[in-house]
Structure formats: C-alpha cells, structure tokens
Nanobody, 121 residues
C-alpha cells in the first residue's frame, strides 16, 4: 500500500557529485522522519542522514559537510545530494520513512529496495 522508490544511483568519480531521490506513494496520511541508509559489501546497514518533518537534519560523521539531505513534502520526496563522494561511499543506498497511512493508524517504517552507488577513484 505504501511504496518508496529510489532513483539516481550509478557510477560517479571521486570528487564529483550525485543526487539520489526517493518518492513515497500509496496510502499516506503523514510522513515523519525520512532518511537514507547505506550498506556496503560485508558491512551492516548504517544511517547516512535523516530529516524530520520539521526540517531538523542528522548526518553520519563520515558524510557531514559533503552530503545534504532535503525533503519536498508536497511531492512526498526526499533527496540526498552527494558532493565530493569517496570510494568508501560505495554502497547500496536505501530510502527510509516513518509513515502514517490514516489518521487513526500508528506510524510504520517503510524501506525502498535500494539503489547502488559506486564511486570510482
């Protein structure tokens, strides 16, 4: 009923830039936190950045100052602008959102299927 779809992944050179986007669709009453996680081969999934409905942002120390998260509530989207990426940023990036489907329902966590970002040196 609720889906998150990422786009914008691909191959980028170190020092370049890439923009990831995620669109939420389906039965949605409200969206609280939206964010991005990533998982590199052989490693656990980790938080990259998230943003509350009020616009407060939170970044992993590894990306702070290089990546910027933003949200477009009118279109139910969240974006991740990746500037000066490094080879160690190579991972599958997953979109995440806390969504209430109706005014009576509790928030649930939803995940996208992921988009691969490869940073070449």
């Amino acid at each position: 009923q609720v889906q998150l779809a990422e786009s914008g992944g691909g191959l980028v050179q170190a020092g370049g830039s890439l923009r990831l986007s995620c669109a939420a669709s389906g039965l949605i009453y409200s969206i609280n936190v939206m964010g991005w996680y990533r998982q590199a081969p052989g490693r656990q999934r980790e938080l990259v950045a998230d943003i509350t409905g009020g616009g407060r942002t939170n970044y992993a120390s590894a990306v702070e100052g290089r990546f910027t998260i933003s949200r477009d509530d009118a279109n139910k989207m969240v974006h991740l602008q990746m500037n000066s990426p490094k080879p160690e940023d190579t991972a599958v990036y997953y979109c995440y959102a806390e969504i209430r489907s109706t005014v009576l329902s509790a928030s649930r966590d939803y995940w996208g299927k992921g988009t691969l970002v490869t940073v070449s040196s």
